[in-house]
């Protein structure tokens, strides 16, 4: 079983639709979760940062931890063509002195479509 | 807002030759990473670098890598001996490391062996 597992796409909706991309996980030390949004040809872009279980908002941005499925969610409200990108999950385990050695998903690709 | 900043954005190199990456953090940050994305694939950790030593290295980061802070800004990458595998685009990154510090990656350099 991989470490990290999320569908790659692509995914296509149109605008204003409510987006959700999900990730799941095997690895149970998995404390600290992330979405990051990679445009072509750039870096990933932090997103959301939550950690442990629970939900966190941002905007037009909620990202869901459950732990306890090993499942970890983004959603994306009034979805705009903007939003069209890559969106990575990472997540990390317990730091050892501070560093954080993420593992990522393979990325979903989204579209959204004026 | 501070970002983190790499040079090349794309680096051409024959196989067998030397070449090095550079990256300059976000000036208050603690933690240096260098991560790699091969076409196609998930964005992987390659080594994270804290008070100027490697704090912890993936199985990828063999001999051939080896990574520098040579002065107050810059964090630089060094693969000795290129091969063809090693096409890839090589993310920077940096973080804090206190609690509730995520990584912030910089637009990557694309790294061609030819």
């Known amino acids: 079983q991989k470490e990290v597992e999320q569908d790659p796409g692509p995914l296509s909706v149109p605008e204003g639709a409510i987006v959700s991309l999900n990730c799941t996980y095997s690895?149970?030390?998995?404390?600290?979760f992330m979405w990051y949004r990679q445009y072509s040809r750039k870096g990933p872009e932090l997103l959301m940062y939550?950690?442990?279980?629970g939900n966190k908002e941002d905007g037009r941005f909620t990202a869901q931890v459950d732990k306890s499925s090993k499942y970890i969610s983004l959603f994306i409200r009034d979805s705009q063509p903007s939003d069209s990108a890559t969106y990575l999950c990472?997540?990390?385990?317990?730091?050892?002195?501070?560093?954080?050695?993420?593992?990522f998903g393979q990325g979903t690709r989204l579209t959204i479509n004026p | 807002e501070p970002e983190v900043t790499q040079t090349p954005s794309h680096q051409v190199t024959q196989m067998g030759q030397e070449v090095i990456l550079r990256c300059v953090p976000i000036?208050?940050?603690?933690?240096f990473y260098w991560y790699r994305q091969i076409l196609g694939q998930k964005v992987e950790f390659l080594v994270s670098?804290?008070?100027?030593?490697?704090?912890?290295k993936s199985e990828i980061f063999d001999d051939q890598f080896s990574v520098e802070r040579p002065d107050g800004s810059n964090f630089t990458l060094k693969i000795r001996s290129t091969k063809l595998e090693d096409s890839a685009m090589y993310f920077c990154?940096?973080?804090?490391?206190?609690?509730?510090?995520?990584?912030?990656f910089g637009n990557g350099t694309r790294l061609t062996v030819t």
């Open positions: 670098f804290y008070n100027n030593e490697i704090s912890e």
């Open positions: 939550t950690y442990s279980s």
């Open positions: 690895n149970s030390a998995f404390q600290y």
């Open positions: 990154a940096s973080s804090l490391g206190q609690n509730n510090s995520p990584l912030h």
């Open positions: 990472a997540m990390s385990g317990a730091r050892w002195q501070g560093a954080q050695k993420l593992v």
């Open positions: 000036s208050n940050h603690l933690y």
